[in-house]
Every structure is written in structure tokens, then in C-alpha cells.
């Protein structure tokens, strides 16, 4: 037998990246060892390095197999360690406590308003109240608060990206509470990197959302707001989503690389078409849900009196309707 050494550093990624969620899968291999794989990035350097030193030798072949290999473990690890993921996003800061920043309120007065957040290596609480008053409250590692610009319609939140995650140490990056009112219609646009999201949206009207989480733990409890939309990308992360159980909604939901689990309230009908992807995975078998074509539809749906229908596209990924990350 030949092997040609142009794909055996194709080879030994996909043999990783296949291999490692199916020992996972398999009860072989805990999931829980695989949320600091991430920290193996410097491996990539050492191989580029011994493929200069060894170019010209029978023994170049090596730099490469290490920097596949280690493409294949990071990969694979982030694939099949679900809700784990979260922890890369802890170590941009430690856990020291920070400085409390000024809080910072205003009021909407128009009759809809738009917010856009976006935040990196943070934990971040979203929360609710009556009114048409917002607030954003919480620490930093300096103590200076989040960059925010508002008018009677528009709220933006954004982080003063004061280090860079995984350099700086003893430091806490900050934890951030936004509250959002319950009394004017909201289009919502949230951005998390490196972090975590924790979004209870109880009571308020989102006539869109948008959410992005990258690198992330991201909740979004919906089960007792009204959303006309919803578009949902996680890029290497664990996603949770509880849909809403009084309003009917549409929306599209992506999974590269990560895991989304759909929470879905008794009483809720769900429609999910899955558009496809690169080696993905829809569990949505065994959940009462009835397939036909590429369309999964739940026990009376045509009955229930909220609806969600979605459209699925999981690349690397995996989207499941009531998996752990829901309990």
C-alpha cells in the first residue's frame, strides 16, 4: 500500500474530527475533558516550525501531522463537547471580582425602539420590567462602564474592549445586567463573543430578534414573551432556546460548529424543516415529532394555539429538541 502524503494531513483531521464525537457518543470518552482542547492552539505553531526545520528532510512530513492533528482535536472537542463550550469564554478574565461601574438608565419614547448589544468576554444577564425604562448595571475590570448611545428609539450597548482574551490574567472581565422594558415593541439584535448570555425575556414584545453567539453559552428563555421572528446563528457554542408558549412565531436557526437545543413548552406546536449542512446532526427522532421529506412536525400542531415554525441548517453542528441543556 502507498500513501500519499499530499492527504495524510487530511486524513488524520477527519479521522479527529469524526473520531472524538463518536467516542463521546459511544460512552468512551467524557465530554467534560473536552472544554479546554481550545488550549492546544500552540501546538499549530510548534508544527509550522518543525516543517521549516525539517523541510528537507524524510521527516518534514511530521510539522504537518501535528498541526492536522491539532486542527482535528480542537474541532472535534468543540463538536462533541456541547454544553462545555462556555468555558473558553470564562478565561478571557479570571474570577476576581471587578469594579462596579456607574449604572446607567434612560426611557424610550417612541412607539416601537430597536437594541442592539454586543458584548465579549462577559457574562451577561438580560432581564425584564414594566415600563418604558431601560437600565444597564454591573462590573468591570476598570470600573468604566460599557460604551452605550441612546435615543427614544434606539439603544446600543458595547463593550470598551480593554484586553485581549486568553493574554491577560487576574483580572475579572465583568458581569453586566441589562433590563429591557416591557411596554414598547422591541427589534433586539445580540452579539456574544467569548462569554456567556443569559437572556429572560419574560413579558416583552420582540417584533425581531437576531442573535449571534460565538464561542459562547448562550440561553434565550422566550416562553413568556411574544416574537414575531427570530433568526439564530451559534458559531462554537451551546445554544439554548425556550420557545415562547403564547405567541406564534417563524425563524431560521444555524448551528456551525456548536449545538442548539429547542426547549419547547407543553401545549407548543413545532414545525422544523432542516435545510441540511456538513455533517450535522437534527435530533428530533423519538420526541413525538412525524417526518415527512425534510420536515418534522409535532402532535397537533394545526391545533395548538401558539406555533413555532423553523427552518434548520446545522454545518459541523447539532440541533435537538428537549436535549440537557434544557433542563
Same mark, same amino acid.
Given at each position: 500500500?502507498?500513501?500519499?502524503?499530499r492527504?495524510?494531513?487530511?486524513?488524520?483531521?477527519?479521522?479527529?474530527?469524526?473520531?472524538? !464525537?463518536?467516542?463521546?457518543?459511544?460512552?468512551v470518552l467524557?465530554?467534560g475533558?473536552?472544554? #479546554?482542547?481550545?488550549?492546544?492552539?500552540?501546538?499549530?505553531?510548534?508544527?509550522l516550525?518543525?516543517?521549516?526545520?525539517?523541510?528537507?528532510?524524510?521527516?518534514?512530513?511530521?510539522?504537518?501531522?501535528?498541526?492536522?492533528? =491539532?486542527?482535528?482535536?480542537?474541532?472535534?472537542? @468543540?463538536?462533541?463537547?456541547?454544553? $462545555?463550550?462556555?468555558?473558553?469564554?470564562?478565561d478571557?478574565?479570571?474570577?476576581v %471580582?471587578?469594579?462596579?461601574?456607574?449604572?446607567?438608565?434612560?426611557?424610550?419614547?417612541?412607539?416601537?425602539?430597536?437594541?442592539?448589544?454586543?458584548?465579549?468576554?462577559?457574562?451577561?444577564?438580560?432581564?425584564?420590567a414594566?415600563?418604558?425604562g431601560?437600565?444597564?448595571? #454591573?462590573?468591570?475590570r476598570?470600573?468604566e462602564?460599557? *460604551?452605550i448611545?441612546?435615543?427614544?428609539?434606539?439603544?446600543?450597548?458595547?463593550?470598551?474592549?480593554?484586553?485581549?482574551?486568553?493574554? +491577560?490574567?487576574?483580572?475579572?472581565?465583568?458581569?453586566? %445586567?441589562?433590563?429591557?422594558? *416591557?411596554? /414598547? !415593541?422591541?427589534? @433586539?439584535?445580540?452579539?456574544?463573543?467569548?462569554?456567556?448570555?443569559?437572556?429572560?425575556?419574560?413579558g416583552?414584545?420582540?417584533?425581531?430578534?437576531?442573535?449571534?453567539?460565538?464561542?459562547?453559552?448562550? $440561553?434565550?428563555?422566550?416562553?413568556?414573551?411574544?416574537? +414575531?421572528?427570530?433568526?439564530? =446563528?451559534?458559531?462554537?457554542?451551546?445554544?439554548? /432556546?425556550?420557545?415562547?408558549?403564547?405567541?406564534?412565531?417563524?425563524?431560521?436557526v444555524?448551528?456551525?460548529?456548536?449545538?442548539?437545543?429547542?426547549?419547547?413548552?407543553?401545549?407548543?406546536?413545532? *414545525?422544523?424543516?432542516?435545510?441540511?449542512?456538513?455533517?450535522?446532526? $437534527?435530533?428530533?427522532e423519538?420526541?413525538?415529532?412525524?417526518?415527512?421529506?425534510?420536515?418534522?412536525?409535532?402532535?397537533?400542531?394545526?391545533?395548538?394555539?401558539?406555533?413555532?415554525?423553523?427552518?434548520? =441548517?446545522a454545518?459541523?453542528g447539532?440541533?435537538?429538541?428537549?436535549? +440537557?441543556?434544557?433542563?
Amino acid at each position: 500500500m502507498r500513501i500519499d502524503r499530499r492527504l495524510l494531513g487530511w486524513g488524520v483531521f477527519f479521522v479527529l474530527l469524526g473520531g472524538i !464525537p463518536l467516542l463521546v457518543q459511544s460512552g468512551v470518552l467524557d465530554p467534560g475533558l473536552l472544554a #479546554g482542547a481550545w488550549r492546544l492552539w500552540p501546538l499549530v505553531i510548534v508544527g509550522l516550525g518543525l516543517g521549516l526545520i525539517l523541510g528537507r528532510t524524510p521527516f518534514a512530513v511530521a510539522g504537518s501531522l501535528l498541526v492536522a492533528a =491539532t486542527f482535528g482535536m480542537i474541532l472535534g472537542s @468543540l463538536l462533541a463537547a456541547g454544553p $462545555t463550550l462556555g468555558a473558553i469564554g470564562r478565561d478571557c478574565g479570571s474570577d476576581v %471580582t471587578g469594579t462596579r461601574f456607574p449604572d446607567r438608565t434612560g426611557t424610550f419614547a417612541g412607539s416601537a425602539a430597536n437594541v442592539d448589544l454586543h458584548v465579549s468576554c462577559r457574562h451577561v444577564s438580560v432581564a425584564t420590567a414594566d415600563g418604558n425604562g431601560w437600565s444597564v448595571t #454591573g462590573t468591570s475590570r476598570s470600573g468604566e462602564g460599557p *460604551r452605550i448611545t441612546s435615543d427614544p428609539t434606539n439603544l446600543a450597548v458595547r463593550g470598551n474592549d480593554d484586553g485581549v482574551p486568553f493574554v +491577560e490574567s487576574g483580572a475579572s472581565r465583568g458581569d453586566w %445586567t441589562i433590563t429591557l422594558p *416591557r411596554s /414598547v !415593541p422591541i427589534a @433586539l439584535s445580540t452579539t456574544a463573543d467569548f462569554g456567556s448570555l443569559d437572556a429572560r425575556l419574560a413579558g416583552v414584545n420582540l417584533t425581531d430578534l437576531a442573535m449571534t453567539a460565538n464561542f459562547s453559552n448562550a $440561553t434565550l428563555d422566550l416562553s413568556q414573551a411574544k416574537v +414575531e421572528s427570530m433568526s439564530l =446563528t451559534a458559531n462554537f457554542a451551546s445554544t439554548a /432556546v425556550h420557545l415562547p408558549s403564547g405567541s406564534n412565531m417563524q425563524g431560521s436557526v444555524t448551528a456551525n460548529f456548536g449545538s442548539l437545543a429547542l426547549c419547547v413548552p407543553a401545549g407548543v406546536g413545532l *414545525r422544523v424543516t432542516v435545510a441540511g449542512g456538513a455533517l450535522s446532526s $437534527t435530533d428530533l427522532e423519538g420526541s413525538g415529532m412525524t417526518r415527512v421529506g425534510n420536515t418534522w412536525t409535532s402532535a397537533g400542531y394545526d391545533a395548538a394555539a401558539a406555533r413555532t415554525d423553523l427552518t434548520t =441548517t446545522a454545518n459541523f453542528g447539532s440541533v435537538q429538541r428537549d436535549g +440537557e441543556a434544557c433542563r
